[in-house]
């Protein structure tokens, strides 16, 4: 599996790229905003760091608007994707794109039926919101799993981003469901390699290590 980062934070997408655990970002609109900085100078940076897929989401609602914003973001660098919203234009806009040679990533599904629109479209990802489905009383990770195999029974080559991402529990239950890729947001991810008995672990670790003998100090 994949790890995306869904955030605009520079710093943080630096810090976590040095674990060599980023193999991608996604941004969206919100996330922008929330870094006070011009769109495309943001966008820039990040493909800078990131060698993985940079989703830059368009803000048109008309497939004219959406595909004039997804040539121009395209340009920016060569590892942008454009994220297009699952709307009737979103479909029109990503099979154009498709054809231009384009990546794109359809964003804001709900159902296995806009996950196979936008796959049959030409979608390079599609993200199934799995956090958002189950406010509403469905089963996010079981979208994931609906989702893989219809991808799977005719051989539709777009890649789920399992977004929406929310617990340690999502993550592993959307693994475990053949997610290709995760995005997951910063303040999620130092959550997944914590755990209280590895601290425990560490602690009582450096407690015996007081009672070895000193000439072993050198080694530290």
Not at 25 to 54: H, L, W
Not at 56 to 79: C, Y
Not at 186 to 194: A, D, H
Request: with cysteine.
């Amino acid at each position: 599996m994949e790890f995306f980062l869904d955030t605009a934070n520079i710093e943080e997408i630096k810090r976590i790229n040095r674990l060599g655990l980023v193999n991608g970002v996604t941004t969206n609109p919100t996330i922008i905003a929330k870094e006070n900085r011009d769109f495309e100078e943001v966008i820039k940076e990040i493909c800078s760091i990131v060698e993985g897929p940079v989703s830059a989401e368009v803000i048109g609602v008309t497939t004219n608007e959406m595909v004039k914003e997804a040539r121009v973001i395209a340009d920016w660098a060569p590892n942008i994707v454009v994220k297009i919203p699952m709307t009737e234009a979103g479909l029109e806009t990503v099979n154009i794109l498709s054809k231009e040679g384009i990546k794109t990533n359809v964003t804001l599904i709900f159902s296995v039926a806009q996950g196979l629109m936008a796959a049959k479209a030409g979608a390079t990802y599609i993200s199934p919101f799995v956090g958002r489905v189950d406010d509403i009383g469905e089963d996010g990770i079981e979208l994931i799993q609906n989702l893989k195999q219809v991808l799977r029974n005719y051989q539709y080559t777009a890649k789920i981003i399992t977004a929406s991402v929310r617990t340690i529990g999502h993550l592993e239950k959307a693994a475990v469901a053949g997610a290709d890729i995760a995005t997951i947001p910063g303040t999620l991810l130092p959550k997944l390699w914590k755990h209280p008995l590895t601290d425990n672990g560490i602690q009582q670790f450096l407690e015996d290590w007081k009672r070895v003998p000193k000439r072993f100090e050198t080694l530290l």
